[in-house]
């Protein structure tokens, strides 16, 4: 048997070769690609998630201290002189939190996470700049509930969680004006 003779079997080693090579190096790059995705998705959602916490904690203590100031949608007042301090440390952390999202946020979500925390800040300086009545307080929170909406929203889009998000909360609280009625 010559070299001339034994060529095709050799040429079809080298193309089968040549072949799952290529085949092996694609599944393996998408396999990558898909772990790295998935990867990115958690800590997307991980720092969209801390970020929502550390901006309810923020609003939290603005509404505790707005209910020491005669605002009756929260039961637990908290007076300024001792909540103030808590609000400037849970700024602090918002904007800690918030370099997280810059980071990893698509600009929907950045867009709308920044309107979030500046409806936030209004509310802050609501309480800060003294007296304020009960409807400019109800519309600050109406803004802030649709800016948190929103913000989710576009992280659920973010992250391909498929579905609408969750109804809206309505301020004031509906059980308010239930037991009044």
């Given at each position: 048997m010559t070299l001339l003779d034994q060529l095709p079997a050799l040429v079809g080693v080298v193309v089968g070769s040549l072949g799952s090579y290529a085949v092996q190096s694609l599944t393996e790059r998408r396999r990558w690609k898909r772990q790295r995705e998935e990867r990115w998705d958690e800590k997307r959602f991980e720092t969209y998630s801390r970020y929502a916490n550390a901006l309810k904690a923020q609003l939290r203590d603005a509404q505790r201290i707005g209910a020491s100031l005669g605002f009756a949608d929260?039961?637990?007042?908290?007076?300024p002189a001792d909540?103030?301090?808590?609000?400037?440390?849970?700024?602090?952390?918002r904007a800690?939190?918030?370099e997280s999202v810059l980071l990893v946020g698509d600009a929907a979500t950045i867009s709308a996470a920044r309107r979030w925390h500046e409806t936030?800040?209004?509310i802050e300086l609501l309480i800060r700049e003294g007296p304020v009545n009960s409807e400019m307080?109800?519309?600050a929170h109406r803004l802030a509930s649709a800016a948190r909406d929103a913000f989710y929203q576009g992280a659920r889009k973010d992250l391909g969680i498929e579905g609408a998000p969750p109804p809206s909360g309505q301020w004031p609280r509906q059980w308010r004006a239930e037991l009044s009625g």
């Open positions: 929260v039961v637990d007042p908290l007076l909540g103030l301090p808590l609000l400037a440390e849970a700024e602090s952390h800690t939190e918030w936030i800040w209004t307080w109800t519309k």
